[in-house]
Each structure stands twice: as C-alpha cells, then as structure tokens.
C-alpha cells in the first residue's frame, strides 16, 4: 500500500482517531484506543504522530496478550503501550530518520534506525509512512512495542 492511496489523501481533514477508523489496517488499534479511554486524547489538538501496529502486527503478539491487556483491570499496562507509541508533535518519515532515541508520549526513549530503506522504531519496521491527519501524522509498523517495566 503506498502513501498516494486515495484514502490518505483523503484523510488530512480528519483527526487521528478518524484516520486510524479509516485506514482498514488499524482496526484492533481503534478497539485498543477505545479500552485506553484515549480516543479524546487523539482527537484533541495535538499535534502526535503516532506508530500505529497494523492488525498483522497484533496477531503476533504472543496468544492472549491482547485479549489481557483489553481487559478493564489491565488499562494501565494498555495505556502504557499504546502510549509507548506516540512521539509529541508532528515527524514525517524524513523527520523520524533524523532521530536516535526520540522520547515518547508513554516517557521511555524508543532507538531509530535505519537499514538501507528501512526504517525501524523499536522493534518494527515502518511500513507505510506518512498518513496524514489534521492533529497528526500516522507511520503503520509491522510489530507492537512493549515498553519495559518500569
């Protein structure tokens, strides 16, 4: 899927949580913003640019991690992941290759690098880049980032 979907372009005049509801890759995203109570977060002003786990990347999470973490009891450590994935302000891709250890929303540093034309946030690979929104900018990764225990 490249960045020149008619569903992207589209989707500057929407905020995250819009755009996330509309990209049909970002489904279980959505569903976890919403356990989080963070929806409104995502919707406010902002600017966020947010390394969004498609569903793939979920479903790779081990076999009920995401079922545990949408549990009520749980919001804390869902929080704290979701969170993990959200840099303040607004970086395209060319700005997030200029980062090492960008420092998250969630209070960790996540390492940058780049192997030839990937580019990886954590432990996952960008793998569509720059989708823009009115209050930020969305990169889909192909792996969920757990925060360590802090």
Do not use: C
């Amino acid at each position: 899927m490249s960045t020149n979907d008619s569903n992207v372009s589209r989707a500057g005049n929407k905020n995250l949580v819009d755009t996330v509801a509309a990209n049909g890759s970002f489904h279980t995203l959505g569903k976890a913003l919403e356990a989080a109570e963070l929806t409104h977060v995502f919707k406010g002003t902002g600017p966020y640019t947010i390394f969004a786990p498609t569903d793939a990347a979920f479903e790779k999470l081990p076999k009920d991690t995401l079922s545990n973490w949408l549990k009520p009891e749980n919001k804390a450590e869902l929080t704290s992941v979701l969170k993990y994935h959200v840099l303040p302000g607004r970086a395209s891709a060319a700005d997030v290759e200029k980062l090492t250890t960008p420092k998250m929303m969630q209070g960790q540093t996540a390492t940058v690098t780049k192997d030839g034309d990937k580019l990886r946030i954590g432990g996952a690979t960008l793998t569509q880049t720059d989708i823009t929104s009115s209050n930020g900018i969305i990169h889909a990764i192909d792996t969920v980032n757990v925060p360590t225990k802090q």
